[in-house]
């Protein structure tokens, strides 16, 4: 018997043992998320045959979208499948082919409302992942910031966010932004950690932490104007 349900306490280390087996993560970092985010009825877990299978958190959140105010949205975190026992799924989406899966499941309420495709593709050698309305791509495609005294981004027409890899020339330097009127961006440590960000807080500088992440967004056109500065030049 299959079936979908929400978290149990007693779930935990089945959900420990998922995490391990699909991404790897060392004990700290899972242990943190127990220890700090973990609530039993924000884990939405596929059972077959009294065996937990997959699972997913969720975490309430708000969409800003410039001009058009804060929506409420779901943030879905630690989607796991055990390798093993579930082959051609990947959580609740069944595996079509190479670039598709499709959202499959049919939960009584609203937990099922939003389960959507995921469909992969291609373009300039970095590939991408769509599902939900967003966009993916594998965080090693992301460019280094550029490490000297000045230099822009620019969101382009396809009005995607620009993600960039803090490198170590660049770590540990002050980044001052001057923000354009549409746009906002947030920095975040090796992690994925925010430790900046002009939308929520107001932000228009940030140390830079190596191995972190600074994603410029906002409307086609927009151009962020970058200066880096080392404690010394200050």
């Not at 966010?161 to 009127?181: I, L, N």
């Amino acid at each position: 018997m299959t079936q979908i349900r929400l978290g149990t306490p007693g779930d935990a280390a089945r959900e420990r043992e998922l995490w391990q087996l699909a991404f790897g993560d060392d004990g700290a970092y899972v242990d943190n998320f127990y220890q700090t985010y973990y609530k039993p009825e924000r884990m939405l877990l596929l059972e077959e045959d009294g065996v937990v299978q997959s699972m997913t958190a969720w975490f309430d959140t708000q969409l800003v979208l410039p001009g058009e105010g804060r929506f409420r949205a779901a943030y879905l975190y630690a989607v796991a499948t055990d390798p093993a026992n579930m082959p051609g799924y990947m959580v609740f989406d069944r595996i079509v082919d190479a670039d598709c899966a499709e959202g499959v499941a049919q939960i009584p309420g609203l937990y099922g409302r939003d389960w959507q495709n995921i469909t992969m593709t291609e373009r300039n050698g970095v590939e991408y992942l769509s599902t939900c309305g967003g966009l993916y791509m594998d965080a090693a495609a992301a460019e280094p910031l550029f490490s000297g005294a000045s230099s822009w981004s620019t969101i382009q027409a396809d009005g995607y966010a620009r993600w960039y890899q803090v490198g170590s020339a660049a770590a540990g330097k002050t980044m001052t932004v001057q923000v354009p009127e549409h746009g906002g961006f947030a920095v975040y440590d090796a992690a994925g950690l925010p430790v900046a960000a002009s939308w929520a807080w107001g932000d228009t500088s940030a140390v830079l932490p190596e191995g972190g992440w600074v994603v410029f967004s906002g409307t086609p056109g927009a151009r962020f104007v970058l200066s880096l500065t080392a404690d010394e030049e200050k």
